[in-house]
């Protein structure tokens, strides 16, 4: 039995353990707090450090909902509602814990260094010091790494003139708790959206971003955004078709002038942020935009376009996070983005045994970390049975720069970002839980049409393979009923049927699908010749 250090007890952490539990290794967990759930936990404590790790504050709501934010062998309760409140996800996370026995977690404890040890060349093992309140640094060898500490470990405060002379207060959204500790005060909320301060606050001024920004609903049309766009037929669509349908779509939903929100990159080249309040907002007087920081006087903020603020006391900084794992030597794990080298953004490529994997370490598109973090835990925990192989460093590192040279010639910065379902598809193509569309064709037309065509629900890859589970088919086929149990409380009798729009929908399913199989049946005569 393998033993493995799993470093960090939030999402990823947790179902790390689970996952090396499921296959037979022996998971020790290491978390520098005394609780798990990672980001999910409201600390009672007051941070006084601008510069500390991330977490939700109070009255948080989720921007992905539940069925994408569930892993895919303990669904959230049906009669939750859709998107969740903090608390909610926190207490999933602890069931979750609590359902599957994970109880190999030493709390209070930092880990100090990870070092190949002297005989990785032949073995592959790892040297962890780990160090315990005040006790001594304890020094231990284990067979594989799972680092899991993710990338919100150490919130960037930008530097700006006059800022260590500000006589308001200055903090970072790691900090923020709560909307009525700003009462009756003049805040700033530079890059972030935190309008749960609105009901208490004299005024915000927001600045989403210096260029601007466009922001996307949670809910678009009848559906969560991110259950409408995350299916297997739109990546199908043509890269250049995406563009200009999102393009087009994100440009006629707001006033984006007359709002001050505009960027001059378009939508798809451009980060964007999540709010179904902000417009009303703004067109309620409640948030005011202004263009970026200048600099800092006295208790004023100056703005770029040389309008001054007075009497501002507070200015919280949303502008993101650094990556920092300061236990691992950087030629391995960097700190810089930039030179984050993670083929399938799991494995350092350079080592002689891949018995060292991050996972977490990834952006993902309208999709929730934690299910995506599964695939990669059961991805990195076949690499380390040997039941999964990794390609030569050369390929690996072709992988890594092609996707490296996507992201910054569409964003212009270097981060992990990935299409859920095209990324996941890939993972567990890797492991052999994938389903064969071709297959379910022809043996299961119906979850064949709904693999393909509705939601890419996270418990999909417990269909086929290691570890399916016994009555996945039927799950998976009542995702969209359970999302809505919650809300669906009040029936309706004589509900209106939008023909056109459905019929619409369905025509396009229909012809997707005909192409589809018309270019399998292509395929296959083609292989056979």
């Known amino acids: ?70 892993f895919s062998d303990f669904p959230f309760p049906p009669e939750w509602p859709p998107f969740l409140q903090g608390e909610h996800v926190l207490e999933y996370y602890r069931n979750y ?28 093992r790892w040297i962890v010091r780990s160090q315990c309140k005040d006790e001594d640094v304890k020094i231990e060898v ?29 903090l970072h959204t790691c900090q923020f708790r709560r909307g009525s500790d ?48 995350n299916r297997r037929w739109r990546d199908a669509i043509p890269s250049w078709l995406v563009r200009r349908m999102t393009d087009r779509t994100m440009k006629s939903l707001q006033d984006w002038d007359g709002l001050g929100l505009r960027r001059q990159t378009p939508p798809h080249k451009s980060p964007a942020m999540i709010s179904d309040r902000l417009p009303m907002d703004i067109m309620s007087g409640r948030v005011s935009i202004r263009s970026g920081i ?16 007075d009497d501002v006391d507070c200015v919280i900084f949303g502008t993101g996070y650094r990556l920092r794992i300061p236990f691992v030597d950087d030629s391995i794990l960097s700190d ?25 370490y990834i952006v993902a598109t309208h999709s929730a970390t934690g299910s995506v973090a599964e695939l990669q835990a059961r991805y990195a925990v076949q690499v380390f049975k040997g039941e999964a192989k990794l390609p030569s460093l050369p390929e ?51 979850l064949a049409f709904s693999f393909y065509f509705h939601p890419n629900y996270p418990m999909c890859y417990r269909l086929v393979g290691p570890h399916a ?45 005909c192409v589809l199989i018309v270019s399998l049946i292509l395929a296959y005569l083609i292989a056979r010749v």
């Open 1 to 70: 039995m393998k033993r493995v250090a799993v470093i960090g007890a939030g999402v990823s952490g947790l179902v790390s353990i689970k996952i090396c539990l499921e296959d037979g290794l022996e998971p020790v967990c290491f978390e520098r707090t005394n609780y798990i759930g990672g980001l999910w936990v409201v600390p009672e404590e007051e941070r006084t450090d601008p510069r500390g790790p991330s977490c939700i504050y109070k009255g948080l709501v989720t921007n992905v909902c539940k069925s994408m934010m569930a």
């Open 97 to 124: 814990a609590n359902h599957f026995d994970l109880k190999n977690i030493r709390f209070n404890t930092k880990v100090v260094q990870v070092e190949k040890a002297d005989d990785f060349e032949k073995t592959g």
């Open 142 to 170: 284990y067979d594989a790494v799972m680092v899991c500490t993710g990338l919100h470990s150490s919130g960037f405060v930008p530097e700006f003139p006059g800022m260590s002379e500000f006589k308001g207060q200055v």
């Open 182 to 229: 700003f009462k009756d005060r003049t805040v700033v909320v530079v890059q972030a959206i935190l309008l749960v301060m609105r009901r208490f606050c004299a005024l915000i001024m927001l600045k989403s971003m210096k260029e601007g920004s466009w922001i996307i609903p949670r809910v678009f049309g009848n559906q969560p955004v991110d259950v409408l766009l």
């Open 294 to 309: 200048q600099r800092f006087q006295g208790s004023k903020v100056v703005f770029d376009d040389g309008k001054e603020m």
């Open 336 to 360: 810089d983005l930039g030179r984050l080298d993670l083929y399938l953004h799991v494995f350092p490529p350079n080592l002689t045994h891949h018995t060292m994997a991050a996972v977490g």
């Open 396 to 446: 690996m590192m072709s992988d890594i720069h092609a996707r490296r040279d996507r992201t910054f010639k569409q964003f212009g910065q270097h981060k992990p970002l990935i299409v859920p379902s095209k990324y996941q598809d890939r993972l567990a193509r890797e492991i052999g839980v994938l389903p064969s569309l071709w297959k379910l064709l022809f043996t299961d037309p119906k």
């Open 469 to 513: 589970m016994p009555g996945t088919r039927e799950a998976f086929l009542r995702g969209s009923e359970d999302l809505m149990h919650g809300v669906t409380l009040r029936s309706v009798r004589n509900k209106s049927k939008p023909l056109s729009r459905e019929t619409s929908t369905g025509v396009s399913k229909l012809l997707v699908l």
